[in-house]
């Protein structure tokens, strides 16, 4: 974990339709050359960073989005199907009747490639549901076709091209693209974020021979309260309760009240739940139910857990190659498992962690492969580069179709706070800020002994690390300290209108934070995310299986995608996208996170004091909060749930 110390573009959406300031739908033309601005290049693509032009010879891949004409229709019926307090909830479409009724017609994908091939492009691919126009070609034809010029840019360590100019198209074809993705080579790249605790941070003052003696190791709790750690005095004490070394799913399944409905038979049995990550760890089964028996849960049954690999992995380099997703895809695999044990996982491995999850996604909308899909990763701070933007149009569609056919969409909120720390204004990230998916922020959930709550807060979580280079023992900085080590993702976005069901909902404070215009706010609802509270998993790493513990929005994500399994179990129609009915049933089915402040643990080595949410700007209010929505589920959850979709 790096030290993390505290240190626009603007375009609006619909709860629906996407309307990109800087895309060809709603550019001005350029009445010079009657071409169409698709936007400009991305913020790293400087004259300083420039290292050159792009050989004209080399290929380049690439993919066209194609223009969707139909988006208020989509926008209206998807509200109309998704509203629970619709005469027409919950009469989903398949995958045939949407592409047939809403998706891009077979000739505006004919203009599209005929732009392509007449300007010497190959044409490799066209998506189902006519999304996207794959195509590949050499240097010198993307830059004639686009009217800009590749070149090659020094960036986050790695040489990558992008255009240095805006990109265009002819105005005869503008009506049928939305953007163009791949051109900024990396800008798509998706990371995981799964976050462990740590006995020493790397950020920790480092002293070859302290002249302050150091306290014995103490060791992590079972529950809060069973060891402590000596710290110099601070708030009135030197004696600190170390963090908890994990909890199983039985007690996180008792902390939400699903544990009853667990026992009498609500399992998730005959609902479907897919996981989407890059690649795909040989081990998961085995691993899996490795975890269930050592946490005193059941294994998978025969036939239970599937896979469907997408392809031959590729960018192992640029997506820290499988093995750094293996953590990843053993915690959702896990999560999902140890909430919803009678319910069917089917994991889904991209090819990469770039355009493949696209695929992979679409795979599963366009089979309709599952009523429940769990996404634990995200680029980051919402984009607003051309490249991204074409990439969010993309996404935007296929999250789209799938809340129209009554698939729901999940994704983490993301690890970095609102982002502050990274030197950025404060926002969400994307994917958990479109407003056709329910972003998953994170709690902090403190146990003690009989699995008693003893406190929940919101997860964010400071450090005030303890020098020992001295006589005596102090911290580094004035408490509470200024080392943030992470938190769950939030706030208000910079690309998307606020939707029809966050109204009245979200306080004008976030809504608005970005001025007169009320935005989409992020995250919906919450579960554990602390590492310092997190859950137990397992996983085999060269031979050898280990038990341990892992946080992050990471497992919160799953952990509300399990226990949407068991609400969906009895319900007459699927619950789908899940967001209007969230906000129905918030403050019946969900418990509300409110401030909980100064409460405090040790680092089991010594070296640090943390606290539990604290250290960026978002805060846990009354009510909606920026980093826990709504909230998290209860007893009730289910319940409320059921009533609104009526029984089978």
Not at 198 to 221: L, M, N, R
Not at 348 to 369: F, I, K, P, S
Not at 493 to 510: D, E, I, M, R
Request: proline share 6%; aromatic share 8%.
């Amino acid at each position: 974990m790096r030290s993390r110390r505290p240190r626009m573009l603007t375009v609006a959406v619909t709860a629906g339709a996407l309307l990109l300031t800087t895309f060809a739908g709603s550019a001005a033309a350029n009445a010079a050359d009657s071409r169409h601005s698709l936007g400009g290049a991305p913020s790293w693509a400087t004259a300083g960073h420039r290292q050159g032009a792009v050989p004209g010879g080399q290929r380049i891949p690439f993919r066209v989005v194609v223009k969707n004409p139909h988006q208020q229709s989509i926008d209206a019926f998807i509200k109309d199907v998704t509203d629970p307090k619709s005469k027409d909830y919950g009469k989903y479409l398949t995958p045939a009747q949407y592409d047939a009724r809403f998706g891009p017609s077979a000739a505006d994908v004919k203009a599209v490639e005929s732009f392509l091939t007449s300007q010497g492009i190959s044409v490799t691919g066209v998506a189902q549901g006519n999304k996207w126009v794959e195509a590949s070609g050499t240097a010198a034809q993307v830059n004639k076709a686009f009217d800009t010029s590749l070149s090659t840019y020094s960036h986050n360590g790695r040489k990558q091209y992008a255009p240095s100019s805006s990109i265009s198209v002819p105005a005869s074809v503008a009506g049928v693209i939305s953007g163009v993705t791949g051109l900024a080579q990396g800008q798509t790249v998706r990371t995981p974020g799964t976050e462990s605790p740590e006995a020493t941070p790397s950020g920790a003052p480092a002293a070859s021979a302290p002249a302050a003696a150091k306290p014995p190791a103490s060791q992590c709790s079972d529950y809060w309260g069973e060891y402590q750690q000596t710290l110099p005095e601070a708030y009135g004490q030197t004696s600190f309760n170390t963090y908890l070394c994990g909890v199983t799913p039985a007690q996180l399944r008792k902390t939400y009240g699903t544990a009853s409905a667990v026992a009498k038979g609500d399992t998730g049995k005959g609902v479907t739940v897919a996981i989407l990550d890059a690649y795909a760890n040989p081990t998961m089964l085995s691993d899996a139910n490795q975890t269930a028996v050592a946490v005193g849960d059941k294994p998978f049954a025969a036939g239970q857990y599937r896979e469907h690999i997408m392809g031959a992995f590729g960018m192992q380099d640029a997506c820290q190659g499988e093995a750094g997703w293996n953590g990843e895809e053993a915690l959702d695999v896990e999560s999902v498992h140890g909430m919803a044990p009678g319910a069917n996982v089917l994991y889904v491995g991209a090819t990469d962690c770039d355009t493949g999850l696209d695929d992979a996604a679409n795979w599963v909308v366009e089979t309709h492969a599952a009523s429940i899909v769990s996404n634990s990763y995200s680029w980051g701070s919402e984009p607003t580069d051309a490249d991204s933007q074409a990439e969010i149009q993309l996404e935007h569609s296929i999250w789209a179709q799938a809340a129209a056919e009554g698939i729901g969409f999940y994704f983490s909120s993301g690890d970095d706070g609102d982002t502050v720390i990274d030197g950025q204004n404060p926002q969400p990230e994307y994917m958990a800020s479109d407003p056709y998916v329910t972003g998953v922020g994170g709690t902090s959930e403190i146990l003690g002994k009989n699995d008693q709550l003893v406190a929940r807060t919101g997860w964010e979580t400071l450090f005030d690390l303890v020098d020992y280079s001295g006589d005596t023992p102090v911290y580094e900085d004035p408490l509470p300290g200024s080392y943030f080590y992470g938190g769950a993702g939030g706030g208000t976005s910079q690309l998307f209108t606020q939707p029809w069901y966050q109204s009245g909902k979200v306080p004008n404070s976030l809504s608005q934070a970005r001025g007169a215009t009320k935005m989409r706010t992020v995250p919906d609802i919450a579960a554990d995310a602390d590492p310092y509270t997190g859950m137990y998993y397992g996983i085999t790493t060269d031979g050898t299986f280990t038990l341990t513990s892992l946080g992050g929005t990471s497992l919160a994500c799953p952990l509300i995608a399990g226990i949407q399994a068991l609400a969906q179990q009895n319900r007459r129609v699927a619950i789908g996208f899940a967001n209007p009915l969230l906000y129905q049933v918030g403050g019946v089915g969900i418990s509300d996170v409110t401030p909980h402040p100064g409460i405090h643990f040790a680092s089991t080595a010594g070296s640090y004091l943390g606290t539990f949410d604290a250290g960026d700007t978002q805060k846990t209010t009354y009510g909606y909060d920026d980093e826990t929505g709504l909230g998290v589920p209860n007893g009730s959850f289910i319940a409320a749930e059921l009533a609104a979709g009526g029984k089978r």
